[in-house]
């Protein structure tokens, strides 16, 4: 099993709608939850970071975590055409004094005008 | 701009040849992770330093691939006799561990871009 998974994609949703994206993690002891947007050619971008179970809420963004279902989201408000990215989720899981970022594959999304 | 900066941006090399990157984090970043990553994959981890102590390697890694953080401050990146599957995007990310048991945001360099011919 994947440490992180997330669907490939491609998600397309139109101008205005809500986009949700979800990730799945294998380590029940992660304890850190990011999410990157990237976009083509360029390096991920941190957009959220979320701790502990429940909601966070940043701008059109909310990160939601259920640790006991292993299962982080990221909804996107408002979707607007420059949402159109790939966006990653990571976690990290600590062994030891060990601190190691993992992330998914990620999922592309478009943003229909 | 105080943000990690990596160096060069751009290597073509060709093949068997060795090459080098820079990376330079945020200071008082006491985390530095190196990632690839190629086209339509999320960054696969490499290897992750705090401070100068490189905690872990990863399995996926051959010995041609070694990476250094003297100080505690700028690391690099080097591989040998490179092939063409070496080709891909190198990242560097930095983060600071602020208390036990969270893992801090860790940012992202420009990326290092390595085409070997």
């Known amino acids: 099993q994947k440490e992180v998974e997330q669907n490939s994609g491609p998600l397309s949703v139109p101008e205005g709608a809500i986009a949700s994206l979800n990730c799945t993690y294998s380590?029940?002891?992660?304890?850190?939850f990011f999410w990157y947007r990237q976009y083509s050619g360029k390096s991920p971008e941190l957009i959220m970071s979320i701790y502990s179970n429940g909601d966070k809420e940043d701008g059109r963004f909310t990160a939601q975590l259920n640790k006991a279902s292993q299962y982080v989201s990221l909804l996107i408000r408002d979707s607007q055409p420059s949402d159109s990215a790939t966006y990653l989720c990571?976690?990290?899981?600590?062994?030891?004094?060990?601190?190691?970022?993992?992330f998914g594959k990620g999922t592309l999304l478009t943003v229909n005008p | 701009d105080t943000g990690v900066s990596q160096d060069p941006r751009h290597k073509i090399t060709k093949r068997g040849q060795n090459v080098t990157f820079r990376c330079d984090p945020i200071s008082e970043h006491n985390r530095l992770y190196w990632y690839r990553q190629t086209l339509g994959q999320g960054p696969e981890f490499l290897t992750y330093?705090?401070?100068?102590?490189?905690?872990?390697k990863s399995r996926l890694l051959s010995d041609r691939f070694s990476a250094e953080r003297p100080k505690g401050s700028f690391s690099t990146l080097e591989i040998q006799r490179t092939e063409q599957g070496d080709s891909a995007m190198y990242l560097c990310?930095?983060?600071?561990?602020?208390?036990?048991?969270?893992?801090?945001?860790?940012?992202f360099g420009q990326g290092t871009r390595l085409t070997v011919v």
């Open positions: 380590d029940r002891v992660s304890q850190s």
């Open positions: 990310a930095s983060s600071l561990s602020t208390f036990e048991g969270t893992g801090a945001e860790a940012f």
């Open positions: 990571a976690v990290v899981n600590r062994g030891g004094s060990n601190y190691k970022l993992t």
């Open positions: 330093f705090q401070n100068e102590a490189q905690l872990e």
